[in-house]
């Protein structure tokens, strides 16, 4: 459990429902639902994200929906592209999201820093537009498990629009699918989805705890660690590598054997550079290092023939076995 200085970071957050844990860091990527609406369908959805740039902080995937027939209304409740207006809009619209639990509803997918890296830096990569891709499908396909019709569904552009729409349209046949650019401009839903995305990736990234923290010696009454020992500046901007306020957390919070903490995503090539060009020089044990091809070359055959590591190992090729 973490401390009050923790409580006191995620009180950034201001309340937002889909920060689920307020008191833990962010270390695995999960979706979050709104209450279903029980008005009748059926229902128009629209898609969107915040964060597909930025070298530091989760991405999140949103989607909104409502019945057709409440199409009038929600065009009257001031939803657009996220990135027009002030945080203190987006935070009251996201309110208004909430508000009408039997039309409105809204959904998450927050993709923590570590998994993007993860995909990405494994072999053979998941690239950022298929990670995007899964996230989107997997938001769609959870709206429909939980009873909603869609029959149009607006997705703001990820790359050629065309063969994105045939792809999701191969996921949920019978669901017309509209994907272009700027649809968080010509849909209020998207509008809508793309409030409930930036606001929860700006309340992770306004009260980002960092795991790397270190808890003080000293112990309160309860036992607790009685504080935080800061390690990492919060001073992280908005995360895109051309913020200066977040080139200089890059440039500044560089540890130089162990790197940066989980905030930051390793697949960019912003983190790259800096680790390449201030950090100790890894080498790591089993890069070319002859005696260990020559352990598992030399484990088939007879025991005689097996060196003196894969005999102590008790190791065998997968020939021998």
Not at 214 to 228: F, H
Not at 289 to 316: I, M, W, Y
Request: include cysteine; proline fraction near 5%; charged fraction near 25%.
């Amino acid at each position: 459990m973490l401390n009050e200085f923790a409580e006191k970071s995620r009180a950034k957050a201001r309340n937002i429902p889909s920060i689920i844990d307020k008191t833990s860091p962010l270390l695995s990527s999960y979706t979050y639902h709104s209450p279903t609406p029980t008005a009748p369908g059926p229902y128009i959805l629209g898609v969107d994200e915040a964060g597909r740039g930025p070298v530091l902080g989760p991405l999140v995937y949103g989607v909104a929906y409502c019945p057709t027939s409440y199409e009038e209304q929600l065009n009257d409740l001031g939803f657009a592209d996220s990135k027009t207006l002030s945080s203190d809009t987006r935070a009251s619209l996201l309110n208004t999201l909430s508000s009408d639990v039997a039309s409105l509803g809204w959904s998450v997918r927050v993709l923590s820093p570590r998994d993007i890296s993860s995909g990405m830096l494994r072999r053979p990569p998941t690239n950022l537009n298929k990670q995007s891709q899964d996230a989107t499908i997997l938001l769609i396909r959870e709206v429909l498990q939980r009873g909603i019709e869609l029959t149009e569904v607006y997705v703001d552009a990820l790359g050629a629009t065309k063969p994105y729409e045939q792809l999701l349209s191969s996921h949920f046949p019978g669901i017309n699918f509209t994907v272009t650019a700027k649809a968080d401009s010509k849909y209020k839903i998207v509008g809508a989805a793309s409030v409930a995305a930036k606001v929860t990736r700006d309340a992770w990234i306004e009260g980002w705890l960092f795991e790397e923290d270190a808890l003080d010696e000293d112990k309160d009454v309860s036992g607790e660690a009685s504080c935080v020992k800061r390690t990492w500046s919060t001073e992280l901007g908005s995360g895109y590598p051309s913020d200066p306020s977040t080139k200089a957390w890059v440039r500044d919070s560089l540890e130089k054997t162990f790197g940066y903490p989980s905030i930051a995503r390793f697949s960019w090539a912003t983190i790259k550079t800096a680790l390449d060009d201030k950090a100790h020089e890894v080498e790591w044990i089993d890069d070319g290092q002859a005696s260990l091809v020559k352990a598992f070359e030399n484990s088939a055959g007879h025991d005689k023939d097996r060196c003196a590591v894969t005999k102590d190992l008790f190791l065998s090729s997968v020939g021998t076995l």
